[in-house]
């Protein structure tokens, strides 16, 4: 499989990263190579093999359903590029 | 009596507990090589007074009998660990000036074991990339130079580069290093330390700035082999606030040690035998079977037969798994936020991380989010999730034959700065060796094996079962008695 501009623009939207056309250009050759190049994992035979999905074996552990944390507003709100009244600050999103 | 910064943690440590020297001597004299090495870069941020504040706790407690394992004992924090107070930023402008209200896991261990930290090391940028040259503060320096009068700046390594530059000049004994995909074995292979990836899941990830969470892994890099045991011991440990953390005792590890290898059985990897093998690097991994043979091993083959397929299947789930991650970065709770006049909330989005991240980080959630997107997901992503299954049982299978896998760390020694920076996929190379023990989860280690003819440091890689951390140490600790590789940086810096 290849990517085109196209491609490349619809895939930095839903990333949600800016891009001028001729930095989307530059990535098209770039990203064709690398997926040219990840592609040949499909010469490999996986019949009946599992995708892997924990690395070590390990279960999901259970809590108590208790509350741990918390009460840490200005703490939490402390880096935000911009907070109001106890509330972190977006631009306007309801007309 | 050598220089305090020549001497190793378990020298500094042992040399403090008894008094030939104080704490604050330690620290201040880490703290002058730390301020007077700018030219390598190393440090985001110094903080030689968190310590010197260790340092005069640890002089108190030892007129109070009250010592703890790290006690006198400065080192570098990688700057992926949260530590209150302290600007974190994972070498990202996006993250420029995020000061957490909390501590890693990790570093709080270390500082609860009489640790003092000397300051953030730089690294690459969310400690993607092999050299040091994705991180938004610059490129660290290499503190090695070739020896034929090429006053080239080479690699440090990465994605830990900064702590391998650091320890390897003697701006601190050791430091915390992250692997994801040889993050911490190649840079020190790069720069003639040691250092180990404990197995996934021996340390908290908690408060480590995510890259790719199914792979991330904190672990030590130092001078020796016992330093490296010694500050693992302080790291590890159960964390119910990471879901992946091992609910595992820590084991003795330095009291473990040995380098008796005698009815041990050393496999090495057929396939890592490649066609162009570099001449200096297949020399050194020579060099370190017929040490281990001489530490009493048996050397067996073994097959690794998906070894190939690592690094596609690496540069598959590792993007995906950052794209998920760093979709945090929205210029509303932290860090940057770039808001173009007019712009509504979808466009702060786009432009904050248009701005903030850096061009290796945009490839990566590129092709991450590709891999993951509608239709592609099951011939990328399954596809190299069920390989990663079929190189675990690769292992699993090699392990019934042996106790440990000897390897080279990296394809060659160190490159210059620059050399790879146009072409992603020989970058990503340079992880080949690296990569599987990743992928399986494994604990693996490099410590130094010699000199390339460049006279530059060759690393060579150890990979044990999982959870037998002290099988990869003990193999490490006899090489290291037998390589007696005491080569190190001129100072120019």
Known sequence: MSVDLTTVKKIASLARLAMSDDDAQALVPEL???????EQLGEVDVTGVEPMTAVIPNTLRLRDDIVTDGDVRDKVLANAPQAEHGFFTVPKVIE | MSALTDLTV????????????????????FN?????????????????EHALAAADQADKDRAAGSLKPLSGVPIGMKDLFCTTGVQTTAASQILEGFTPPYESTVSQKLWDAGAGMLGKLNLDQFAMGSSNETSYFGNVISPWRRGDGDNAALAPGG???????AIAARLCP????????????????????????????????????????SLDQAGPMAHSVRDCAIMLEAMAGFDPKDSTSLDLPVPLWEAGLSSDLRGKKVGIPKEYRVE???????????????????????IVEVSLPHSKYALPAYYIIAPAEASSNLARYDGVRYGLRDLPDGANLQDMYAATRAAGFGPEVKR?????????????????YTQ??????????DFAKAFEGCDVILAPTTPSAAFALGENVDDPLKMYLNDVFAVPASLAGLPAMSVPGGLSKDGLPLGLQIIGPAFDEQAVLNAGLAIEERAGFKARPDKWW
């Open chain 2, 32 to 48: 002058a090589n730390v301020s007077a090495a700018k030219a390598l870069n190393a440090f985001i941020v110094e903080t030689p």
């Open chain 2, 364 to 380: 990566r959630i590129i092709i991450g989010t590709y891999v993951l997107s509608a239709g592609f997901y099951d011939a990328y």
């Open chain 1, 32 to 38: 064709n190579g690398i997926l040219h190049w990840v």
């Open chain 2, 159 to 165: 994605s830990s580069g900064g702590s391998s530059a």
């Open chain 2, 174 to 213: 050791a430091a915390t290093g992250t692997d994801t995909g040889g993050s911490i074995r190649q840079p020190a292979a790069f720069t003639g330390i040691t250092g180990i990836k404990p197995t996934y899941g021996r340390c908290s990830r908690w408060g480590i700035i995510a890259f790719a969470s």
């Open chain 2, 10 to 29: 378990a020298e500094i440590r042992d040399g403090f507990r008894a008094g030939e020297f104080s704490a604050r001597e330690v620290a201040e004299a």
């Open chain 2, 276 to 298: 162009g093998l570099d001449a200096d690097v297949a020399r050194v991994w020579d060099d370190g079977i017929a040490w281990l043979k001489d530490a009493g091993a048996e």
């Open chain 2, 384 to 393: 190299a999730q069920k390989v990663r299954t079929l190189m675990a049982q």
